[in-house]
């Protein structure tokens, strides 16, 4: 199966900076990326598909990019409403959906 | 509006069993595959289990594999997980998701609220 890693596991920014996420998969998964969003205590939510694109109502301050194995999410200027974890997850061909292990942004 | 609501959850004693029911509205539900993906406490997503639109290809994660079983029902619009032989670290909220009208597109473009399943004696 197809394993997934985030770096880094948490970081602390200032409200305005530019944040960036990296997920690496273990083998080649073309543009097979998908990007959540998930406040404490609610359902995860949908922010990039296929590695690059922004899911309507999106803001377009987030972004995302890579392929093959490298990927990454970026925050162009983080918003106190930003504070959330954010998991990749891969869907090369058929399942199993790998998700990473999440990566957790707080506010300076 | 698209609405996915899952019902079920509870605390049930290591070996028994829980059906977990999501009941889905706002969109032609039998055209779209679905999904179970589930949150241990403090803990990451966890992808558990997919079903095709047509209900006809199924697909588990090798830790629930043999013990728990997707399935739906298109005239009632619901979703369901059937979960035997529950082990402790089975206890999570569970979520249901839309995924795209393939399976192999897992698109995850709408959620539940999350049922909490707990497996304790």
């Known amino acids: 199966d197809i394993q997934m890693t985030q770096s880094p596991s948490s970081l602390s920014a200032s409200v305005g900076d530019r944040v960036t996420i990296t997920c690496q998969a273990s083998q080649d998964i073309s543009n097979y990326l998908n990007w959540y969003q998930q406040k404490p205590g609610k359902a995860p939510k949908l922010l990039i598909y296929d590695a690059s694109n922004l899911e309507t109502g999106v803001p377009s301050r987030f972004s995302g990019s890579g392929s093959g194995t490298d990927f990454s999410f970026t925050i162009s200027s983080l918003q106190p409403e930003d504070i959330a974890t954010y998991y990749c997850?891969?869907?090369?061909?058929?399942?199993?959906?790998?998700f990473g292990p999440g990566t957790k942004v707080g506010i300076k | 509006e698209v609405q996915l609501l899952e019902s079920g959850g509870g605390l049930v004693q290591p070996g028994g069993s829980l059906r977990l029911s999501c009941a889905a509205s706002g969109f032609m539900f039998s055209g779209y595959a679905m999904t179970w993906v589930r949150q241990a406490p403090g803990k990451g997503l966890e992808w558990v289990s997919s079903i095709s639109g047509s209900g006809g290809s199924t697909y588990y994660a090798d830790s629930v594999k043999g013990r728990f079983t997707i399935s739906r029902d298109s005239s009632k619009n619901t979703l369901y997980l059937q979960m035997n032989s529950l082990r402790a670290e089975d206890t999570a909220v569970y979520y249901c998701?839309?995924?795209?009208?393939?399976?192999?597109?897992?698109?995850?473009?709408?959620w539940g609220q999350g049922t909490l399943v707990t497996i304790s004696s």
């Open positions: 997850q891969q869907y090369d061909n058929l399942p199993p959906f790998t």
């Open positions: 998701a839309k995924g795209g009208p393939s399976i192999a597109a897992p698109k995850f473009d709408y």
